[in-house]
């Protein structure tokens, strides 16, 4: 086993790689480059503080109560002999928060769209796990131990948790059982071809599995506010709602963004942050909250479940004449993100690919199901799955190989979505399909002892070699980055420089797409300063808007860009001045500044020396808007698209899956970090090919099944294949940030795809569901 002092070695050794004698070699300066990220030391050593090691005087504990049913109405709560236990401060329900419009206690609801989730529940209960009430007490077991004496009259009513009966189910909520109905229409309805291929899809419930658990601190403030310090991946808007939610102004709540363990969706449910801050202000003492694995699955948010019905309609040589399609959300008990993420699902519906007629009905409803929400890719990964598998059968119906009826089909810069916008960002699809094909396909196993590993099941399995069948799969895909149908995408940034150093004040989350590492970059380049520090992000500073969607390399970072620039047309402009030129005939490169002619030449240190210069900026992209009742609009700012092959080996016997390597292409507008994208693109991978082959977080009669790291299957380093990148496409989007691409969602929207469709070429089969079951790659 390697230790801590081996792993800090290798990253000693790593950042100061190709040195000489006499010393390591300086770290790589500035964009296009790839520097270690400041955090990688202490997360490899275990000394990165994260919200579950805070601590705080006079420290209280919290715990919640949360339901044992998926729908029930409550009859009555008693807390009294929870309250009666031994150290014990505090006990909350949704009476203790702010009543609703008619007086009445309605959990103060709220939500990222719509405000439909209470708090903690008020009279009825919508999903398994639904927080009721809290404690907090002196020591953690007491308030686990509290927990279990608070009594609550439950009455179990009929949960609805298949999302097809959801439309004729009486209302499980005020606000009915439909999210959003979308409807696309495009072209002619009565346009046909000559070869027709449908097929029904299923793709499951996939839960984000953080690193860490939630956590957290509330300190109460003496102004009769609040200080929140969380894992949280958008400060200002879980401020603003928390603080509704206790209805206090938005000033009177600090939240500091403590130790982000990693995120591929929002960090936590906003019930946690409002419970852990009522009990603050409840106790006037400082409360923690450390939640365990299996209370972690029930408070955030999960990946869509979906069911997809298809039928393409192409000519003889397979040329897309028609698309219909209904697509079926399961939102859950909560609206969270499901009308957004409808809007990418019918978008998004015919993927990267060229189609006049288009006709779509897509819904978003309500169950008693966990709630779905916010995870990379929403919307776009389940209709990727669907057409993509589509494309494979109407390739196997022409007699043309997977690579080619997608060539045929592809989309190109200008040409519209079926929505009717135009792409008018770089949409190398060919390109990318070119170059996955044309790298050379991985050995075969080879049959001895010493390779035993590499047969699905490894060592020592029950397989037989002879029964192991190879598949190669292909899959494309896109992702819309930013916000979408008329959000306002905004960020602010602060730059300031004082001597030899800068400092960068933007309040946009590192939640491990490095974020920190590019905002450092980008002043170097600007301003050739090597010293750049980040400042922790917190509610205080000006807005930057949630990490999501990729939005903060394009929005954050032309925030951090524009003050920089103004920064330097700071520093250069009383040189230029003294020289007689213009500011715009100096550059800083290497850390000097020289003139046009070669003239000037001056370290920029020597120029900042005494001085102090700061500028603060904005950034918003061009807006979008809502898509009109046809399914038409202008909705997203910029798309992202990726291709992979996928190179499994499948026990036909047991139904034994082994993914040997996935190669990928991806369009990354312009690789600002070349090391970083390629570790988010094999992260995207990892994550997708866990969506296709176990990871399934399932419910019976709407009650989670598996809420554990040992349910709830994840793939080990033994499961993640080899990952070639095969092109990183550098054709630069004109309105992005230094014409940058997102990159960490794409790989995980197509990644499952390619892996399906490996598994189909392995055993002939139909294939029609995500995760990929035994059962389902049995032939013998």
């Not at 591929?264 to 106790?283: I, W």
């Not at 699955?297 to 004449?321: I, N």
Request: glycine share 10%; hydrophobic share 45%.
């Amino acid at each position: 086993m390697t230790s801590p002092t081996d792993i800090g070695a290798a990253l000693q050794q790593d950042a100061g790689e190709g040195a000489g004698e006499g010393g390591a070699a300086p770290e790589p300066f500035g964009l296009g480059s790839s520097p270690l990220r400041s955090d990688a030391l202490p997360k490899a050593l275990g000394i990165y503080p994260y919200a579950a090691d805070l601590w705080a005087e006079g420290l209280l504990w919290g715990a919640v109560l949360r339901s044992p049913h998926p729908h029930a109405r409550i009859r009555g709560i008693d807390t009294s002999a929870a309250l009666a236990l031994p150290g014990v401060h505090a006990v909350v329900t949704a009476a203790d928060l702010p009543p609703g419009p008619d007086g009445l206690p309605d959990g103060a609801p709220a939500g990222p769209i719509v405000a439909d989730r209470p708090v903690l529940a008020a009279g009825v209960v919508r999903h398994h796990g639904e927080p009721i009430a809290a404690v907090a007490a002196d020591h953690p077991d007491t308030a686990r131990l509290a927990v279990g004496l608070i009594a609550v009259d439950y009455e179990p009513l009929e949960a609805v948790t298949d999302p097809e009966q959801s439309f004729t189910a009486p209302a499980l909520h005020p606000d009915g059982n439909l999210f959003r109905h979308l409807p696309l229409r495009t072209g002619d309805p009565d346009a046909a071809g000559e070869i027709i291929v449908e097929g029904l899809y299923q793709v499951g419930r996939q839960d984000p599995a953080p690193l860490g658990a939630e956590a957290g601190l509330a300190v109460p403030r003496p102004d009769g506010g609040v200080e929140l310090h969380l894992s949280s991946t958008d400060p200002h808007g879980d401020r603003d709602r928390t603080a509704a939610c206790l209805g206090l102004e938005p000033d009177r709540v600090r939240l500091v963004v403590t130790g982000v363990p990693g995120a591929t969706t929002d960090r936590e449910d906003l019930s946690f942050q409002v419970t852990l801050a009522l009990l603050a202000l409840r106790t006037g003492r400082p409360v923690k909250m450390t939640l365990t694995r299996e209370e972690s699955f029930h408070t955030h948010t999960s990946r869509h479940p979906a069911l997809l019905r298809y039928r393409h309609h192409a000519d003889a040589d397979g040329t897309l004449v028609k698309v219909e399609a209904q697509i079926l959300l399961d939102g859950g008990a909560y609206a969270d993100v499901s009308a957004e993420a409808l809007a990418a699902a019918t978008a998004f519906s015919v993927g990267p690919y060229v189609c006049p007629n288009v006709f779509v009905d897509a819904w978003a409803v309500r169950t008693n199901n966990p709630p779905a929400g916010r995870m990379r890719g929403e919307g776009a990964l389940q209709a990727c799955f669907a057409y993509e598998s589509q494309l494979d059968q109407l390739a196997a119906r022409v007699g043309v190989d997977p690579v080619e009826i997608r060539r045929r089909n592809a989309m190109s810069t200008g040409d519209p979505l079926p929505t009717g916008q135009a792409v008018t960002c770089p949409a190398p699809v060919k390109a990318l399909l070119d170059a996955v094909a044309a790298e050379p396909l991985p050995a075969l196993p080879v049959d001895d002892p010493d390779a035993e590993w590499l047969l699905p099941g490894g060592p020592g399995g029950a397989g037989d070699p002879a029964a192991v069948r190879r598949g190669i799969g292909y899959a494309v895909g896109m992702v819309h980055m930013l916000g979408a149908e008329g959000e306002d995408e905004v960020s602010t940034a602060t730059v300031r420089v004082s001597g030899d150093h800068a400092t960068v004040i933007c309040a946009a989350v590192d939640a491990g797409q490095g974020f920190a590492t590019l905002a450092r970059q980008i002043v170097q380049t600007v301003l050739g300063v090597s010293e750049v520090y980040i400042a922790p992000a917190d509610s205080d500073q000006s807005i930057a808007g949630p990490a999501a969607r990729g939005r903060h390399t394009w929005v954050s970072g032309g925030a951090v860009e524009r003050a920089a620039l103004m920064v330097r047309h700071q520093l250069l402009q009383p040189i230029a001045a003294n020289f007689g030129m213009s500011v715009e005939l100096l550059q800083i490169a290497d850390g000097k500044i020289t003139s046009y002619d070669g003239v000037l030449g001056m370290p920029v240190a020597e120029a900042l020396e005494g001085k102090e210069l700061w500028a603060t900026a904005q950034c918003r992209p061009h807006p979008t808007e809502p898509l009109d009742e046809s399914g038409h609009g202008d909705a997203f700012v910029s798309i992202s698209f990726c291709a992979m092959r996928a190179v499994v080996d499948v026990d036909i016997e047991l139904g034994a899956v082994r993914v040997v390597e996935m190669t990928v292409a991806q369009d990354v507008g312009r690789a600002l970090n070349p090391r970083q994208i390629e570790d988010r693109i094999e992260a995207g991978v990892a994550q997708g090919v866990g969506l296709a082959l176990m990871e399934d977080l399932q419910t019976t009669g709407g009650v989670l099944g598996n809420p554990s790291l040992t349910g709830y299957r994840l793939p080990t380093s033994l499961d993640t294949p080899e990952v070639r990148i095969a092109a990183l496409l550098e054709e630069r989007d004109v309105v992005a940030t230094f014409g940058a691409k997102a990159v960490s969602a794409v790989p995980a929207v197509v990644a499952p795809s390619a892996v399906a469709a490996a598994v189909r070429a392995a055993t002939g089969l139909p294939v029609g569901r995500l995760p990929i079951r035994a059962e389902d790659a049995v032939t013998a």
